[in-house]
């Protein structure tokens, strides 16, 4: 028995990187609320996956493994995570705010009597209780929240959290949960590929990002050729997404993906709130905006009140010889 | 095909962050001076897509459903200006104070009440708090199935074909009727509603439904109800200090930044 | 402020228009020196005559043609005029003394033709030789009813003369149309056979005159009076080279072609009711009947909430005026070169609307004018032609339209592009709710926000910031209110021009407060982007504030640096119901200036600046020179004009809510607007408008790209650069 169930998701290489983060968070949790760290795992091809949950904080394992959870689909997932909840009897489940998070957590919370508070910040106990930060209001504020049912579910914006230091000498307890086959009434019948080539926004250490201010999709291309130099991916705003200027896999933003890179170049981006909430948890932003008023600029760590047309050739060049 | 849509009415989430104030005694946001209170925008965004599916069926209805204090009237007003038949505005005052869980209750108790037609849609979360749940908890309510994060809704016969947004693409999702569906911002923009159409929508009776006439008693809906509770609502402050790289020309401007970030050692 | 306005109108009558129409004088001159010579020559010469009607017998069949000929003419008038009468009755008459000068200035004057060179003086000549020709002919009728013989003697002669010469002009003129046509660089307009049936029947007539003449001189006068025939010297020239020929065939050939002449010239004449040539009669008419409201006022649609249809989208929904003036348009094309759209080759020439509009109205609206003789639905039949608006003229060029009133001001014949325009504009938004996203989130912003400035990150009290105790509230016990309005307020850039605003009226100590906070857009952009309902929501609410606060009233004044706002509030707020003055901020200064309260003494650096118009303020209300006598009296400023100033000045191609549309086409109106300030070698370019200051700003990062930041033309308000000059340093620091 478990106070904190985690629903993880795993790729090709693992347990993905938001798991990792709500392990580690799951653990500190677990320490003031008593108890331990269980992990649940819905997929195809678990037992690596599994594996690599003990040194990463898990006591036990609960494993789906079944052809048909090959993609996320919430008819199939739903009972699933229902039969492991009620299993491990958790007092807190922890989700990632991913497009499975997003869709299941508020399902389950109400399959299971409860609620779901969404996309949480910052997690800390409070007696029982788990107090939830979130940004609300399209960024512009926070509240604190607690579910007051159980089990308190909770989702967890990525690389809001810290994963622990791997430990090898941890092993879990691997339980397989019996699958019955599902009644779908929504099925998957095809997937596209996002457009966007190289590194994954989510996945970068350095984002360079464009808005409204570029004035048009060509300057996009200067981005990329920028981004080129860096390693970085390319980002956009949702103003210049909705204007076709880019495509809307690469927004940053409250409705698009949220990035916290090392580096977040922000590039004729005003800083509306909305935007701030994509990227707001990147450790440095510099911001280039010939607005010396713009909001960027109250967020970031380096400005260059500048024309972007001019600096960025300059700029390319500058970091071209910075980096040889 | 029958359409009910549920809007929530909301500050305008493009009020700019200078006027955006909070009362953190009351939590509670500040109306901002001279700035009306809107439809959600992902609200008006699934209206746009029930108008879509009526019109691709050839009949059928879109009617919605708003919970809320008398200023909800607006987003159904609007609603029904950019072409929807019907509004049902759930008024009570035990409404007030509630969560996602309680609007969601009263919500599907309320699609039960007009009965259940073959779509329901949301958006994808009401711009305010930013949940995103209560489409979600009345699919389970309803026992339906569910959509999330949709950028795309088609009819096909009598079926509908919808593609989600997810992170690294889309899917193309086949759902059976009848069914729950959220709509995201890349569904496009909502339709400007013609003035006739506003005209009409004025002088069109709305119906107002109680937590009596749902069947639910106050202990079950507004703040007796809810399972979520708030402890705190505040502004968030940046600490960073901006350092403004100064320079005669471009160049020397770049060079500058490269400089700082070296020093700072985050290059 | 409407009398100071049109004093201003008065003092700023543009130039070139004079020095054109100076050329009407020495095409007159001739008359004068021929008379005078025939009086010396009456000795010689006396007796001199010709017969009427020489050589032709039935004449009197001309007589019985005529009527049918003016029964032709008027059939096709009121023909057309049923087509006309499907629109909506809305005739004016106000103000007559100004219509009635326009119909003899611009009318019959052709004051506005001459302002183009050529075609000045190739309209002056085929004006004149008709004129003339037909007056000749008129005499020699009349002269031949009277008793009395006038036409005898030196004064047969002398009037022998000007038939002539007033040929060889109309021929001149005939040529100079024809070589245009084959000429004209741009092939926009190609003629039609319109065009080639006047001219070349005009052509015709004249030469078959010259024959006819040469054939009777020829034939009656050269051997027996070779002196009178001198005094027809292109009928001389052509009786020499008929000289060989035997006087019995001459006078066949002569009874021939007086016969093809006669004939001729009463079927030219018939195409005065149905082809452009109508321009005769209905230009003059359009002058009288165009508004003589200010030009940037679009009118009101009454009892908004009652109407069947909101702008236009059938023919019947113009106006009886807006349909009669397609038919006035010659397809000159003026309004097409002047439209800033069609300079930077965008989608739209206001030449091309009104000509589609007359062939639709050709089309379909004698369609619908015999579904109403028989009894039918207007619309019956006609359910397959392309839509009026969307179809006949295309959205992206309703669109396009900066309302910037340069087509109607160059317009010879007085048509009204602008409010044709809006009234479909008005449809697309308020009937179909068709229209560019930018425009549709600037409409939303209007409504939810009061403002059109979609994601502004400032409040209305931002650009006081840190200053809040210099700027007056408004208690209603101040002279003047300053209106901030929305760009003045919103936008980073206009804030410092309200600040300078302020800071000069703090100088001059000027009574004024602000309303701080409350105020709300006028409505102006709604209405030039064609949401008039939401205008009159807006309007609403802002003359309830000024109201409740005292700004309403008689004695008040409100100030505004904006023209948009100016206008609106001058021109259309009278018909909402304000009573307020208005002042633009520019006027006020020069006042301040003149009255010694504001003295630009600083030493500011030596620079060359040009003035750029705002159609909003110049050429809609006829303020050019305020602005122009403040930056003449800053030390150290040398004025420069570009080509098109004043009245000509082009669009920086944010007018008509173009401010808040994505530009389509070739090139950006505001680049070629910057490219002829830069050309001017100005190291400054003032304006006294907060839109043509942002386009200015933004054409520049384009144009200017590659030129070092100090090198760049610098855009600031009339106001800015007054502050830098009379703003003591105290204030300044403060």
């Not at chain 3, 326009?102 to 302002?115: D, M, Q």
């Not at chain 3, 007539?205 to 070779?226: M, N």
Request: aromatic share 6%.
């Amino acid at each position: 028995m478990a106070s904190i169930l985690v629903f993880g998701e795993s790729d090709d290489a693992g347990l993905t990187a938001p798991t990792l983060e709500m392990l580690g968070a799951a653990s500190r949790l677990s320490g003031d609320l008593g108890g331990g760290v269980a992990l649940a795992l819905i997929g195809t091809a678990l037992a690596d996956a599994a594996s690599a949950a003990g040194p990463a904080g898990a006591d036990t394992v609960y494993t789906a493994d079944s052809e048909s959870f090959a993609s996320y689909q919430t008819d199939s997932y739903l009972p699933v995570a229902q039969g492991i909840v009620e299993q491990d009897s958790p007092s807190v489940v922890l989700m990632s705010q991913s497009s499975m998070g997003r869709d299941l957590a508020p399902r389950l919370a109400t399959r299971l009597g409860t609620a779901a508070i969404m996309d949480s910040l910052g997690l800390e106990v409070d007696g029982d209780r788990v107090k939830a930060t979130r940004s609300c209001y399209g960024g512009n504020a926070r509240q604190v929240v607690t579910v007051q049912t159980d089990p308190q579910v909770i989702t967890v914006r990525p690389k809001s959290q810290d994963p622990l230091e791997a430990d090898d000498a941890r092993s879990p307890d691997v339980i397989a949960v019996d699958v019955a086959e599902p009644t779908l009434r929504a099925r998957t019948t095809g997937k596209e590929q996002a457009e966007s080539e190289g590194i994954r926004l989510e996945d970068a250490e350095i984002v360079v990002s464009g808005g409204r201010g570029l004035g048009g999709p060509e300057a996009f291309a200067d981005l990329e050729s920028l981004a080129g130099v860096l390693t970085a991916a390319v980002g956009s705003s949702r103003a210049a997404c909705d204007l076709g200027w880019y495509p809307p896999s690469q927004q940053v933003g409250l409705t698009g993906t949220v990035v916290s890179p090392t580096l977040y170049v922000a590039i004729a981006i005003s800083g509306a709130s909305q935007h701030m909430a994509g990227c707001g948890g990147s450790k440095n932003i510099v911001a280039i905006n010939k607005d010396p008023d713009a909001p960027i600029f109250s967020f970031s760590r380096f400005g260059i009140v500048d024309d972007y047309k001019k600096v960025l050739p300059a700029l390319e060049a500058a970091f071209a010889e910075a980096l040889d | 095909m029958d359409v009910i849509v549920c809007v929530k009415q909301i500050p305008d989430p493009e009020t700019p962050a200078a006027a955006f104030k909070v009362d953190e005694a009351a939590m509670q946001v500040l109306p901002a001076q001279g700035i009306s209170p809107v439809i959600s925008p992902f609200d008006a965004q699934a209206v746009e897509a029930a108008l879509r599916i009526k019109d691709a069926s050839g009949d059928g209805t879109v009617n919605i459903i708003s919970l809320g204090p008398d200023s909800a009237r607006d987003a159904i007003k609007h609603s029904l200006a950019m072409g929807a038949d019907e509004g049902y505005h759930l008024k009570d005052d035990a409404f007030e104070g509630g969560d996602a869980w309680t609007i969601a209750l009263a919500l599907s108790k309320a699609i039960q009440h007009l009965g259940v037609p073959d779509v329901l849609i949301f958006g994808r979360q009401a711009a305010d708090w930013d949940q995103g749940t209560v489409g979600s908890i009345v699919a389970e309510l309803l026992d339906l199935p569910s959509a999330t994060v949709l950028r795309a809704v088609e009819l096909s016969g009598d079926s509908i074909t919808v593609s989600r947004v997810v992170a690294d693409g889309f899917e193309n999702i086949e759902l059976s009727t009848p069914c729950v569906l959220t709509i995201s911002n890349e569904f496009g923009d909502p339709r400007y509603p013609q003035l006739r159409q506003i005209m009409q929508a004025a002088r069109k009776q709305v119906t107002e439904l109680t937590a009596a006439d749902l069947g639910l008693d106050a202990s079950e809906v507004g703040s007796a109800g809810s399972r979520i509770q708030m402890h705190a609502l505040f502004q968030p402050t940046s600490d960073v200090e901006v350092e403004i790289i100064e320079g005669d020309s471009p160049e020397e401007k770049a060079a500058g930044l490269v400089n700082a970030l070296r020093e700072a050692k985050i290059l | 402020m409407t009398e100071s306005a049109e004093s201003k109108r008065k003092t700023s009558a543009t130039s070139t228009g004079k020095r054109v129409s100076a050329l009407a004088i020495p095409a007159w001159l001739p008359l004068g020196g021929i008379l005078l010579v025939s009086g010396a020559e009456t000795v010689r010469v006396t007796g001199a005559h010709r017969e009427l009607f020489f050589n032709i017998d039935h004449f009197w069949v001309l007589y019985m043609l005529l009527p049918f000929v003016i029964g032709i003419i008027v059939y096709g008038l009121v023909r057309r005029s049923r087509v006309w009468r499907l629109g909506k009755p809305s005739f004016n008459f106000d103000n007559m003394p100004q219509r009635l000068a326009r119909v003899l200035k611009g009318g019959a004057g052709t004051e506005r033709v001459l302002s183009d060179p050529y075609s000045g003086v190739m309209h002056l000549c085929i004006m004149t030789s008709m004129i003339v020709l037909f007056l000749v002919t008129a005499l020699l009728a009349i002269d031949d009813y009277i008793p009395v013989d006038i036409l005898v003697g030196p004064r047969y002669l002398g009037y022998s003369l000007v038939a002539d010469i007033f040929g060889l002009v109309g021929i001149v003129g005939v040529a100079m149309a024809i070589a245009h046509r084959w000429v004209r660089p741009r092939t926009a307009w190609l003629p039609t056979w319109e065009d080639w049936l006047i001219l070349g029947g005009l052509g015709m007539l004249l030469v078959t005159g010259f024959i006819v003449e040469g054939l009777r001189i020829h034939t009656s006068e050269i051997d027996v009076h070779p002196e009178w025939s001198y005094w027809s010297p292109v009928g001389y020239v052509v009786a020499l080279m008929f000289s060989g020929v035997r006087i019995s065939a001459a006078l066949d050939i002569h009874t021939t072609f007086w016969w093809i002449h006669m004939v001729g010239a009463l079927s030219w004449i018939t195409l005065l009711g149905y082809s452009k040539l109508n321009h005769l009669v209905l230009a003059p008419a359009n002058a009288f009947l165009k508004r003589t409201s200010a030009p940037g006022k679009l009118d009101m649609i009454e009892n908004i909430e009652e109407q069947e249809h909101f702008g236009v989208s059938q023919l019947e929904h113009f106006t009886m005026k807006q349909i009669f003036e397609l038919d006035v348009c010659v397809r000159c094309g003026r309004c097409t070169d002047n439209c800033p759209a069609d300079i930077a080759g965008q989608p739209l020439s206001p030449m091309h609307i009104i000509q589609d509009l007359k062939s639709y109205a050709t089309s379909v609206g004698e369609q619908k004018v015999a579904n109403l003789v028989q009894g039918n639905d207007l619309n019956f039949g006609l359910d397959d032609e392309a839509p009026m608006v969307g179809g006949v003229v295309r959205d992206e060029s309703l669109w396009a339209c900066r309302t910037c009133g340069a087509c109607v001001e160059a317009c010879p014949v007085f048509i009204e592009h602008v409010p044709t325009i809006v009234d479909m504009r008005r449809s697309l938004v308020m009937e179909e709710a068709r229209m560019p996203d930018t425009v549709q989130g600037t409409l939303e912003t209007l409504e939810r926000q009061g403002h059109p400035w979609r994601g502004t990150p400032y409040t209305r009290e931002s650009w006081m910031e840190g200053f809040e105790d210099q700027v007056p509230e408004w208690t209603g016990e101040q002279d003047y209110l300053y209106f901030v309005g929305c760009t003045g307020a919103f936008v980073d850039r206009a804030q410092e021009i309200t600040r300078s605003v302020v800071s000069l009226l703090r100088e001059a100590d000027v009574s004024f407060g602000v309303i701080k906070g409350m105020e709300s857009c006028n409505g102006d952009p709604a209405r030039r982007l064609g949401h008039e309902y939401l205008y009159q929501i807006l309007a609403e609410g802002l003359i309830e504030l000024f109201n409740e606060t005292g700004v309403n009233d008689e004695q008040k004044t409100v100030i505004t640096h904006c023209p948009h706002c100016f206008n609106t509030f001058l021109n259309e707020y009278p018909d909402m119901g304000a009573k307020f003055q208005v002042i633009h901020h520019t006027q006020l200064l020069e006042q301040l200036v003149d009255e010694g309260r504001l003295v630009p003494s600083a030493d500011v650096p030596e620079q060359t600046i040009t003035y750029h118009d705002s159609c909003y303020l110049g050429r809609h209300n006829d303020i050019f020179e305020a602005p122009r006598r403040i930056l003449e009296q800053v030390p150290n400023v040398t004025l420069i004009e570009m080509p098109r100033n004043r009245e000509q000045g082009l669009c920086c191609g944010a007018g008509g809510g173009n401010m808040w549309m994505e530009e389509q086409g070739k090139s950006r109106v505001n680049e070629v607007r910057v490219e002829e300030a830069v050309a001017t070698g100005a190291e400054a370019a003032c304006t006294a408008c907060p839109f043509c200051i942002q386009m200015f700003d933004s054409g520049i990062g384009t144009v200017q790209l590659d030129v070092e930041d100090e090198d760049k033309l610098k855009v600031l308000d009339v106001a800015e650069l007054l502050q830098a000059a009379a703003v003591s340093e105290r204030q300044a620091d403060a």
